[in-house]
């Protein structure tokens, strides 16, 4: 069985930084590209980032790019998500996803697997 579990949200003031991790679990993550999406309520579930099965290749939303940075660690099965310069708009609930895709980044919700989530609120 197939588990990802999200690490990481939290509290935090505009400006600050705050590192995400999600971790998976029943299988091996390589050949699996793996992104990030976020909701908050009354919206869809919205594209933040990803990254290749590799780790050679990532995609950002506009929003976050130059301030979100997405890594992997195939060999601990692990994904991480830096954000720094964080801004109220970034408010969400963040969920991992990953799918089977044997070369480049998924930017659509259509993964097949996905976490939980983790709650990050940014106040100003």
């Known amino acids: 069985q197939v588990s990802l579990v999200e690490s990481g949200g939290g509290v935090v003031q505009t400006g600050d930084s705050l590192t995400l991790s999600c971790a998976a679990s029943?299988?091996?993550?390589?050949?699996?590209?793996m992104g990030w999406f976020r909701q908050t309520p009354g919206k869809e579930r919205e594209f933040v980032g990803a990254?290749?099965?590799?780790?050679?290749?990532?995609e950002y939303a506009d929003s976050v790019k130059g301030r979100f940075t997405i890594s992997r660690v195939i060999a601990k099965d692990t994904m991480d998500m830096q954000m720094t310069d964080l801004k109220p708009e970034d408010t969400g609930v963040y969920y991992c996803?990953?799918?089977?895709?044997?070369?480049?980044?998924?930017?659509?919700?259509?993964?097949?697997?996905w976490g939980q989530g983790t709650q990050v609120t940014v106040s100003s």
């Open positions: 990254i290749d099965w590799s780790g050679d290749t990532t």
């Open positions: 029943g299988y091996t993550m390589r050949r699996y590209a």
């Open positions: 996803a990953a799918t089977l895709a044997a070369t480049g980044v998924v930017v659509t919700p259509e993964y097949r697997y």
